[in-house]
Structure formats: C-alpha cells, structure tokens
C-alpha cells in the first residue's frame, strides 16, 4: 500500500523520501500579499501537495516513473522572506528547486538564488500577463510587477502574452523587451532568445480557462494542456533547465479537477526535464 502523506509531492513510500538521493526539491511558498483581483493563492501549495498523491508514478507518454530516475524530496513551507536562502541551500547540494507558489511575486527570490549558481541565466516565463509594471498600487514587489524585478536579474523570455497595459508596452518597446515577448509562442524562436540554463517560471493563467479556471486573473485565449505541454517538451529538449516555480494557482472550493492538473503539470514538466 503507498503511503499517503499531504504535505509532500507524490504518494511515494518513506523510503523513497530522502534527501540525499533526491534530485529534485519541492519548496512549497504559501505567499499571498498582492493579489488584485481573485484571491486564495496562498492555498495554492497545500492543494497541489494533496492532488499529487492521486497522481499515477508511471508516465504513460514518457514510458517511465519519472521519480525513480529524478528522486524527489519534499521541504516544509517556506516564507518569502527564506526562501531565496532555501533555495540556494539547496542548489549548493545539487538539488534542482522546483517552487509551488503562492502569489507570482515569489519568482525574483527564486531567480537571484539560481542566477548565482548559473551566471548565464535567463528566465522563461509562461504567463497571461506581461507583469513589467515598475509599480502597482504603490508597491514594486507586487505579482503585477514580477517580470520588471527578475529583468533586474537576468534576460527572461515571455511567452504566452495576452494582456498589458499601455504603459507595459511602451515600457517593452523602449527597452527592446518587445523583442522578447511571443504572443503566438514560437518553440523555434523561444529557444533562439533562451541561454543554455533556463528557469521556468509558470502562471498557471498561461493556459485557457476553460482548463484551468483556478487563478485570480484569468485571460481567455489561452494555451491549452497539450499546447504547453508541446512547447515545455522542445524547450526542456535544448536547453538546461535549472529549476521551475508554478504559481497563482488559487483553488476553487468542489473543484479538485483543477487541483489534480496543476499537480500533473509539476509531474510533467520534472518527467519532461528526466528525459
């Protein structure tokens, strides 16, 4: 019989459960400061956490459980304010730190903790929204702000974009950032702008509606589950990627559905990255 444990990633036996072996880190961050719109991500984690132990260890598409060749190990609930010393703690042990969010503002404490390990980074950011506002009712650290800090990091990527604002725009073009930014996401192109390490950092707004409804500012028009998936696949195919978060996931009340696929994305991408 597995073991059911709701605070960690997967329905996994104890023994399986160890840090040494592991090769991935799963750091739950239940931060929520700055949502504007529809709230509940700081639940976000500990639903993921729990859908996970539904999940099925063999990969049908990849013809492999995905966490007997990259063990994973779960970590306690980390705040804002460690989690950039958590992450690197764990980066300094060859771990591969993969963030269940909470609110998008996280990302730039995740980012500056990697980008020390790997210089060259640039991050690709999966999202509905541009988020390169400087400011958002008064704060620089708000979700809606998130890109413009990690761009005072390193090169990032934007994928998936369908809403910003004037200023965003204007902003992007000015600073060449345009350039950057696939609205119709281009695999091919995708990875001509990426550095060989690459951190993904993942809104779940980047995908439709109409399949994933838990988030607090939901775009229509966007990816569907095989669509990204597709496009998580070429990437995780040519480049290094050194780490992942997954974010603004906001849980719906009788609606585990939504639950059980933002977990079985987490699972995809780390099978994507085994390969």
């Known amino acids: 019989m597995r073991n059911k444990n709701n605070q960690r990633f997967l329905e996994m036996p104890n023994q399986a459960h160890n840090y040494t072996k592991a090769r991935y880190v799963v750091i739950p961050c239940p931060h929520e400061q700055t949502t504007s719109y529809g709230k509940g991500t700081k639940h976000g984690p500990a639903a993921i956490l729990r859908a996970s132990q539904e999940i099925e260890w063999y990969d049908l598409e990849l013809g492999y459980e995905t966490f007997v060749r990259k063990p994973v190990f779960t970590d306690k609930a980390q705040t804002i304010n460690n989690l950039e010393a958590r992450v690197a703690s764990h980066l300094s042990q060859q771990k591969i730190p993969v963030v269940l969010g909470g609110e998008h503002s996280i990302t730039p404490s995740v980012v500056r903790a990697i980008k020390a390990k790997y210089p060259e980074l640039s991050v690709l950011q999966l999202d509905a929204h541009a988020d390169l506002r400087d400011t958002y009712e008064g704060r620089q650290d708000s979700h809606a702000c998130v890109m413009r800090r990690v761009l005072e990091i390193c090169p990032a990527v934007q994928a998936g974009i369908r809403s ?8 992007a073009k000015e600073s060449r950032q345009l350039e950057k930014i696939n609205f119709f996401p281009d695999a091919d192109k995708i990875n001509q702008q990426l550095s060989e390490a690459v951190y993904i950092t993942i809104d779940v707004d980047i995908l439709d509606p109409a399949v994933m409804p838990a988030t607090g500012t939901p775009e229509p028009g966007g990816l569907t589950w095989f669509g990204l998936l597709e496009l998580l696949q070429a990437v ?12 603004e996931f906001s849980p719906r009340p009788h609606d585990q559905a939504a639950d059980f696929t933002a977990a079985k994305l987490i699972y ?5 990255m085994a390969a």
């Not at 910003?164 to 902003?171: G, I, L, P, V, Y």
């Not at 995780?236 to 974010?247: M, R």
């Open 164 to 171: 910003m604002s004037k200023a965003e725009f204007d902003w």
């Open 236 to 247: 995780c195919a040519q480049k290094k990627v050194v780490g992942f978060d997954l974010v």
């Open 268 to 272: 995809k991408l780390m099978g994507l």
